[in-house]
């Protein structure tokens, strides 16, 4: 047997922050019993094998509220895993979608869902093919959780956070921390305001991006966990380091000023609409540009560089001159958020 | 705008049930909304077209309790994911899995159902590439629910309710109502005695069926709404009926017995090793043969065949001489059965 080591005996919130806890239980509990290759690679979606390449991906969708300025938990569902194949250098076409719903919801509510997860699934050019419907009763679940599969095709196969080089650009493709803030403004019944989430599908982000020639070495939607974490991922254990200019980071004003009223940091703010990117710097211009040329893409900015003299660190140049280190999220900033 | 129908107002246990009111959730709100043909066809799994042809299925699984005896949720993800698959005529090959935890959830419990859910999957032959985790707070789920989705490729093309002739021979694969007896056991406290889920993945079984030459006309697991509303949705809507005849259905005694003290009926208790199969009537023999000769299939027993004197209908000679004709599950007989 091996040994259980730092799990905690009880599983809390922490465990589903996306961040250490959540990387600890599946490292230390699912990891070693699944002993799969392709499920130890722990990118959004896993390669397949076959005669074309399956890129397939799963995310269960549990956020509270269900409806918030920007999306609900419908069109998040569909983003959500429609992106976790993008990010793998595929094209999702077909979902999957599994309702547990709570005994008590308002049949108009789910209407409203389904509507909507139909809307942006017909948007982002999937089909939802299979499903399944499980009722609980009052009291074991929240109004509606809803479980999304994809299977996608692979178009471009080889990212990983192993292609990335010294001297590499790290582009974000918008603002920071904007769905992380508007769901945690819509919960707190502060919903006044123009903040709306950044839910959306990235499909056409990213065909932009390949069509511009860039030698994409790895994309990664930084959702639960937030730019910080995500960069983390890229570094965590190799000889690389990222550095960072707080100012080039793109953050809405409102976001900045919820962040403070309700004590978060945008950069531990999940993102539902938005990619991180590294590409050669040769490349960042036109990485850019092509980002820029789609809507999703808009605010697309260069935020750092990739550095061979902090390894397995992200290092953020504050606006004041000094140097902080972004660690990954440690416990559960924002529990259930997507 | 469509009109909301029958629906209630707001969404009860009843909707779960695997019988009329889940078929009426599906078919007046998710269908429209969705209007793909491939949803349309409302079979265990989605076949797509593509190189190979891809079978891929859902379920999400909300059993209660965790722990049953003969299986656990970790065992019934596997196979139940599994099982649709193989009723499609797919051979099932990944996994995803998805779980959503209740904070609090004894990390140990959770071990237990990964080191199941590894186990089942290994003795199905299907990998799990692919997941996700997240917790709810307490009182916002119930200690845990998985949702996994598969993928398989197509072996054995062609198989529908449409398909399915006058005098065909309707074949069930064993006894009836294990599972859904020995889960309102567990959860009854009631929990001596020998009676155990019959939970178990099928693929060996199918490939036993159709390695006989039989001229497999539909194959379908009888879950939730048991035997009795599978049967249904083969001849519902046709020109078609099912005759069964009760003593030649097997049923424990130990199911019989627990049955009537629960104001059960086998026939609407889910089973998770079972399959219901119509061939033609010249096939039953080396089907039931097939069967036989593989352990999920000892049991398997002629039931019934296809008329055409009770269109659209399933109707029982019972023991005593009658006949009762069997209609789809209603309600929530058993909610939270998988």
Same mark, same amino acid.
């Given at each position: 047997?091996?040994?259980?080591?730092?799990?905690?005996?009880?599983? +809390?919130?922490?465990?589903?922050?996306?961040?250490?806890?959540?990387?600890?239980?599946?490292?230390?509990?699912?990891?070693?019993?699944?002993?799969?290759?392709?499920?130890?690679?722990?990118?959004?979606?896993?390669?397949?094998?076959?005669?074309?390449?399956?890129?397939?991906?799963?995310?269960?969708?549990?956020?509270?509220?269900?409806?918030?300025?920007?999306?609900?938990?419908?069109?998040?569902?569909?983003?959500?895993?429609?992106?976790?194949?993008?990010?793998?250098?595929?094209?999702?076409?077909?979902?999957?979608?599994?309702?547990?719903?709570?005994?008590?919801?308002?049949?108009?509510?789910?209407?409203?869902?389904?509507?909507?997860?139909?809307?942006?699934?017909?948007?982002?050019?999937?089909?939802?093919? +299979?499903?399944? +419907?499980?009722?609980?009763?009052?009291?074991?679940?929240?109004?509606?959780?809803?479980? +999304?599969?994809?299977?996608?095709?692979?178009?471009?196969?080889?990212?990983?956070?192993?292609?990335?080089?010294?001297?590499?650009?790290?582009?974000?493709?918008?603002?920071?921390?904007?769905?992380?803030?508007?769901?945690?403004?819509?919960?707190?019944?502060?919903?006044?305001?123009?903040?709306?989430?950044?839910?959306?599908?990235?499909?056409?982000?990213?065909?932009?991006?390949?069509?511009?020639?860039?030698?994409?070495?790895?994309?990664?939607?930084?959702?639960?966990?937030?730019?910080?974490?995500?960069?983390?991922?890229?570094?965590?254990?190799?000889?690389?380091?990222?550095?960072?200019?707080?100012?080039?980071?793109?953050?809405?004003?409102?976001?900045?000023?919820?962040?403070?009223?309700?004590?978060?940091?945008?950069?531990?703010?999940?993102?539902?609409?938005?990619?991180?990117?590294?590409?050669?710097?040769?490349?960042?211009?036109?990485?850019?540009?092509?980002?820029?040329?789609?809507?999703?893409?808009?605010?697309?900015?260069?935020?750092?560089?990739?550095?061979?003299?902090?390894?397995?660190?992200?290092?953020?140049?504050?606006?004041?001159?000094?140097?902080?280190?972004?660690?990954?999220?440690?416990?559960?900033?924002?529990?259930?958020?997507?």
């Amino acid at each position: 047997m091996r040994e259980k080591s730092n799990m905690d005996e009880l599983i +809390t919130l922490d465990y589903g922050s996306g961040g250490k806890k959540t990387a600890r239980l599946i490292e230390q509990m699912i990891l070693p019993a699944m002993k799969d290759p392709v499920l130890n690679e722990l990118t959004d979606g896993a390669v397949l094998p076959g005669a074309e390449a399956i890129v397939f991906s799963t995310d269960s969708f549990v956020v509270d509220p269900l409806f918030f300025p920007g999306g609900d938990i419908g069109k998040l569902a569909v983003c959500g895993t429609v992106n976790d194949i993008a990010m793998c250098g595929g094209e999702a076409k077909y979902l999957s979608c599994a309702l547990i719903i709570e005994e008590g919801l308002e049949t108009a509510a789910l209407q409203r869902v389904i509507a909507s997860l139909s809307a942006a699934a017909k948007a982002a050019g999937v089909r939802v093919v +299979t499903g399944d +419907t499980k009722v609980v009763e009052k009291g074991r679940g929240d109004g509606l959780y809803i479980n +999304t599969a994809g299977i996608g095709f692979l178009k471009h196969p080889g990212l990983s956070p192993k292609a990335i080089q010294p001297g590499d650009a790290v582009i974000l493709s918008g603002t920071a921390g904007d769905h992380g803030t508007a769901v945690m403004l819509a919960r707190s019944g502060m919903m006044e305001g123009s903040l709306q989430s950044d839910c959306a599908a990235l499909g056409k982000l990213c065909e932009a991006v390949f069509a511009s020639g860039a030698a994409v070495r790895v994309l990664r939607d930084p959702t639960r966990g937030g730019v910080a974490t995500t960069l983390n991922e890229f570094v965590e254990g190799t000889s690389l380091g990222i550095r960072l200019r707080e100012e080039a980071i793109p953050v809405r004003g409102e976001v900045s000023a919820a962040c403070e009223m309700l004590g978060l940091d945008p950069l531990y703010c999940a993102n539902e609409g938005k990619l991180l990117c590294v590409v050669p710097m040769a490349d960042a211009e036109k990485t850019l540009s092509a980002m820029r040329a789609v809507k999703e893409g808009s605010n697309a900015a260069l935020i750092g560089t990739v550095t061979e003299d902090a390894p397995g660190r992200v290092v953020m140049e504050t606006r004041y001159g000094g140097a902080r280190v972004l660690q990954k999220l440690a416990g559960a900033q924002l529990p259930r958020i997507c």
